[in-house]
């Protein structure tokens, strides 16, 4: 089933167009269409100008909030400061110590989610062009910025412009010249709004938001920008100097703990080389004895049989030697990759904040297919080799012992040559694994942007960046072979010089025995051969070691603290939280988030958590969660959560966040990750968020695969399914995150409704973006600034005039906030009876 069909439209070249529509109407579709990321299969669009694009999901990249904005355009400060003014980013520029020279991490980690906003929107506008595609730009920003931002930005910086508007605040759709209602991917209807009225179109349910998504306060701002500036001074890894350690050996060879697995293989290599020599020598020692006494056949039957007893046994040791060592590096490859991944798991936010996916990438895929693919072929290689450069030296040096002068100062200039030739090679291994990284950042940016690139006419300006992290890459690498190349230079010329003098030691002593001449020249041939292969794949064995080396270092990495108890099946079993003299902050220099926090939360109790952005709202929910260490004491059904194992804690809560998180696997997965429920209740569970029709028309149903990202599905339906999700795992205790932040008011009363009815034995905390999702609660916690300013029921906190919660519920205008404690009042009647 198409998307889109049937669409039949006129956009009016400098007009103002808004649209909306329920959620999966196909809103943003429609502008992917527009912008050609999505193709037709039938009928024809024509767009004449250019475009800028504003994206639903902020797209921001590691660099300064000004690259941010200008991206790659020309700068225009007069145009520049008033696109930051209309956009309400002064004074987030003003407080930040930067300004807009200040570095947001990967993804804007060190940025709000209405400065992300702003400046995704900042971008776009800027941008000198004829149509503007703005994608629900103001659900993440407040009341009065949002007024601010459609009156200064919308209706007068962009006045004269084509702008195509989708939002959910219907409150400005009266300053709209067409207005246009999707559903189910059809335009059912198109005209102003008092044309739509005027036709008998109901907007009831399209009622105006209440949204009071507030602003950073100073000190707020500040804080979140020091909790994560670290990242966004140092994009790079930690290059380390020096020669690989011996622990670097150990991490390696001893990550089994496992003693046999080691020595079976070096005792193998040792009796194989023992071997092959020994063949050799036996051979020249038969040579001899056939030229200077002769002997009888029967005799030299005895030494044939000798001589391919020594050949089989080297043959067979050879074979268990490879079984050997093959299962010696697949073991400690695994173990390796496994420390890494666990480290990982369990790392501290701090981690990062301080690591992009690029440098984590980096690691698990270079790195580790190194360790994988390349080091055991050196290592294999450059043992045995150099143990058949060292029968080598000592079948000569038996056969002449004064060879053993000439045979030491080779092996010192080796040495030396080694060790002078490694303090390079290594430091520029280490700068080629440490500029991978922004490379791969680079690439795992511009995918998640592509849409806004193109739609920018980004892609030569993206793909010369691409080029010069390439360029930077590829000199390392260059430098590296170049390095190598010099090395091989010096030890070929070592080589030469020592089979020179051989040979001329032998020219000139004729009374040598035949047989220890071959010998000599054989083995010769063979070191001539072997000793520059075999002492530079030692030297690229332990350059390979670097990685071995950087995911060793990931055993250093902060771990969230542990603990061994596990809680009941049972726990818990009433849902009620009580926090005592909790303080929290995101590290040690950082602020605190959380001051002092005291309060309880009863047993099923439905409470609303608002505030302006960085209040602490969030930081509550990072409390109970353990996700920051805390001071003070957090307990649900009096135990003490600092107590449990976090895997256990995690696991007895549920969480829908502002931004839903899918899995790219079957839908199944999504909602019972760990196959622990049946068909039956999955199905149940989707037929509760109205989804199950939805599904049932999937191709393969609940085994449908899901993008990533959960990218073929809309915003609104991903949200669905995370709702879905708790409603399978039925915990006691469910806490959303400003869950329908970007969802329309219809699929926001749904959520609220489906809340009501299959959560109504649960403790439900809901971090509020609109006051009318918490109206109804039986507590309202209001924080400022870290602290919990008032916690009552919401009726009870509007008889004080001068309160928080009072002047958060004016801000939405007198209408909605004469609705609003309407609402309170119904709701604490109820309580009441």
């Excluded at 580790?368 to 080799?385: F, G, H, K, S, V």
């Excluded at 906190?797 to 002047?807: A, H, S």
Aim: proline share 3%; aromatic share 10%.
């Amino acid at each position: 089933m198409p998307i889109l069909r049937n669409l039949n439209f006129k956009i009016e070249s400098g007009s103002l167009n808004a649209i909306i529509g329920p959620i999966a109407s196909g809103k943003t579709s429609l502008l992917s269409l527009i912008l050609g990321e999505m193709p037709m299969t039938t009928g024809s669009l024509n767009v004449s100008g250019t475009i800028s694009y504003a994206p639903q999901v902020a797209w921001i990249f590691s660099s300064t909030i000004k690259q941010n904005i200008l991206f790659g355009s020309k700068m225009d400060h007069s145009r520049y400061d008033q696109v930051i003014k209309c956009c309400a980013l002064e004074r987030d520029l003003k407080l930040l110590p930067h300004g807009d020279q200040t570095v947001v991490g990967e993804r804007g980690s060190s940025l709000s989610g209405g400065q992300k906003a702003r400046i995704n929107l900042a971008r776009a506008i800027y941008r000198e062009a004829d149509i503007y595609l703005l994608d629900d730009p103001l659900s993440a920003v407040d009341t009065e910025v949002g007024k601010q931002i459609f009156e200064q930005c919308i209706q007068t910086f962009l006045k004269g412009k084509t702008v195509m508007l989708v939002t959910h605040q219907l409150q400005y759709l009266k300053h709209i010249n067409s207005i246009m209602v999707l559903e189910t991917g059809s335009l059912i209807t198109k005209g102003t709004k008092s044309e739509l009225e005027n036709s008998g179109f109901d907007f009831v349910h399209f009622l105006q938001e209440t949204d009071m998504n507030a602003e950073d306060p100073p000190n707020e701002t500040m804080a979140r920008y020091e909790a994560a500036h670290t990242a966004s001074k140092q994009p790079t890894e930690r290059l380390t100097t020096g020669l690989i350690t011996f622990r670097t050996y150990k991490d390696y060879f001893f990550a089994s703990k496992d003693c046999v697995i080691l020595m079976v293989p070096v005792l193998l290599f040792i009796l194989v080389q023992l071997s092959v020599s020994s063949s050799y020598y036996f051979l020249a020692y038969w040579v001899n004895v056939e030229h200077n006494y002769g002997i009888l056949p029967e005799q030299r039957s005895a030494y044939l049989y000798v001589y391919c007893s020594i050949i089989l046994a080297a043959l067979i040791l050879t074979v268990c030697r490879s079984l050997y060592f093959v299962k010696l590096t697949a073991t400690s490859s695994r173990i390796l990759h496994k420390r890494m991944f666990d480290n990982v798991l369990h790392a501290t936010l701090g981690f990062f904040n301080l690591n992009s996916s690029g440098v984590i990438l980096n690691r698990f895929s270079k790195d580790l297919a190194t360790i994988d693919e390349l080091l055991p072929n050196a290592i294999m290689i450059a043992t045995r080799t150099v143990l058949a450069i060292l029968g080598v030296f000592c079948v000569i040096c038996v056969v002449n012992p004064w060879f053993i002068i000439p045979t030491l100062l080779v092996v010192a200039t080796l040495n030396f040559l080694r060790r002078f030739y490694l303090a390079t090679d290594l430091n520029v291994l280490r700068a080629e694994g440490q500029v991978r990284g922004p490379l791969y950042s680079h690439v795992n940016a511009s995918l998640h942007g592509l849409a806004t690139i193109r739609a920018f006419g980004m892609q030569d300006l993206l793909t010369e960046e691409f080029y010069r992290h390439q360029d930077i890459h590829t000199s390392a690498l260059d430098m590296a072979a170049i390095v190598s190349r010099a090395f091989a230079y010096w030890m070929d010329l070592l080589n030469v010089v020592y089979i020179v003098v051989l040979t001329l030691y032998y020219t000139f002593n004729a009374d040598s025995y035949g047989g220890n001449i071959g010998l000599i020249i054989s083995q010769a041939l063979q070191l001539m051969a072997q000793l520059p292969w075999g002492v530079r794949q030692a030297t690229d064995a332990e350059s390979f070691m670097v990685s071995v080396e950087r995911v060793a270092e990931y055993d250093l990495i902060d771990r969230e603290e542990e603990d061994n108890r596990v809680p009941p099946n049972s726990w818990p079993d009433r849902g009620q939280i009580e926090f005592k003299d909790v303080y929290l902050r995101y590290n040690e220099y950082a602020p605190y988030a959380l001051k002092d926090l005291n309060m309880t939360i009863s047993s099923k109790q439905k409470i609303g958590i608002v505030g302006r952005t960085g209040a602490g709202k969030s930081s509550i929910i990072a409390a109970l969660f353990r996700l920051v260490n805390i001071d003070g004491s957090i307990s649900i059904d009096n135990v003490d959560i600092c107590s449990l194992n976090l895997r256990d804690l995690r696991a007895k809560m549920s969480i829908i966040p502002q931004d839903p998180v899918l899995f790219t696997s079957s839908i199944r997965n999504n909602l019972d990750p760990f196959g622990e429920y049946d068909d039956e209740i999955l199905w149940k569970a989707l037929e509760e968020v109205r989804l199950k029709d939805v599904v049932l028309n999937l191709p393969s149903g609940l085994n449908f695969e899901i993008s990533q990202d959960g990218s073929n599905f809309s915003v609104g339906q991903r949200q669905l399914l995370c709702l879905a999700r708790a409603i399978v795992k039925d915990n006691k205790i469910l806490i959303l995150d400003e869950a329908t932040a970007n969802v329309d008011m219809e699929t926001d009363t749904l959520i609220q409704e489906t809340i009501r009815t299959q959560f109504s034995n649960c403790t439900v905390l809901t971090v509020a973006h609109r006051l009318n999702t918490i109206i109804d609660s039986d507590k309202v916690l209001v924080m400022d600034m870290g602290v919990a300013v008032e916690f009552d029921h919401p009726h009870l906190l509007l008889q004080n005039q001068n309160g928080v919660f009072y002047n958060l519920v004016q801000q939405t205008g007198a209408v909605m906030a004469e609705i609003l404690a309407d609402m309170a009042k119904k709701s604490y009647s109820k309580s009441k009876t």
